[in-house]
């Protein structure tokens, strides 16, 4: 199984500001990777999918880079409604998730 | 457009069978490229992936958890299944159907989810 490994645990921002997450596998996935936006008590949202794809709807802020092993999802200037949890997924092998980033205001 | 609905017991008994329901709509499982996913999420914690479903009747299933899930569609309800043995406290999570479509298979729509509480 590969294992995905998400960083920070919690990210505190200003608002305004840039967000950097990071999500390491723990083998190559290519570009199968997809970022996730969930806030409490709802379903996740589809944010990025193909490591940099913005899905439907997905404002420009958000932006996903990165191949193989190392990705990185930023959010260029967070708004109030970005303040959630944010999952990795790789669908390269199988289906498996990080264990989140929360991003709170600073 | 395309929505999707999971439906079941809030409270089972431990050693009990989980039967959930997902009902959808704005899409065929009989299309070729069309999945649907379980996926579940304990209270606190981080999703995992249960099982997923194909439009040509493929079934895949977590490896730790293969021998207590099964999975099954009826196309002409627009409904997938899942049933899982042997319910354990631990299991205690939100339920989560989603889709997926194509040759990526990433989870593009989801359900609300449903909670299922594992106690006597």
């Known amino acids: 199984e590969i294992v995905m490994t998400q960083s920070p645990a919690t990210l505190s921002v200003s608002p305004g500001e840039r967000a950097t997450l990071s999500c390491r596998t723990s083998?190559?996935?290519?570009?199968?990777l997809a970022w996730y936006q969930q806030k409490p008590g709802q379903a996740p949202r589809l944010l990025i999918y193909?490591?940099?794809t913005r899905a439907t709807g997905i404002p420009a802020r958000f932006s996903g880079s990165g191949s193989g092993t190392e990705f990185t999802l930023t959010i260029s200037s967070l708004q109030s409604e970005d303040f959630a949890v944010y999952y990795c997924?790789?669908?390269?092998?199988?289906?498996?998730f990080g264990q989140g980033t929360k991003v709170e205001i600073k | 457009q395309v929505t999707l609905r999971e439906s079941g017991p809030a409270l089972v008994k431990p050693t009990q069978t989980l039967t959930l329901t997902c009902t959808f709509s704005g899409f065929s499982l009989s299309t070729g490229g069309m999945c649907v996913s379980w996926i579940r999420q304990p209270p606190g914690k981080a999703l995992e992936w249960l099982a997923l479903?194909?439009?040509?009747?493929?079934?895949y299933y977590s490896t730790s958890l293969k021998t207590r899930l099964t999975i099954s569609k009826d196309t002409s309800k627009n409904q997938v299944v899942l049933t899982m043995t042997k319910m354990d406290p631990v299991d205690t999570a939100t339920y989560y159907c989603a889709r997926t479509y194509g040759d990526l298979y990433y989870f593009d729509y989801w359900g609300q989810g449903t909670l299922v509480t594992v106690s006597s």
């Open positions: 479903i194909d439009w040509d009747d493929d079934k």
């Open positions: 193909g490591a940099s």
């Open positions: 997924q790789q669908y390269n092998n199988w289906w498996t």
């Open positions: 083998q190559s996935v290519s570009s199968n």
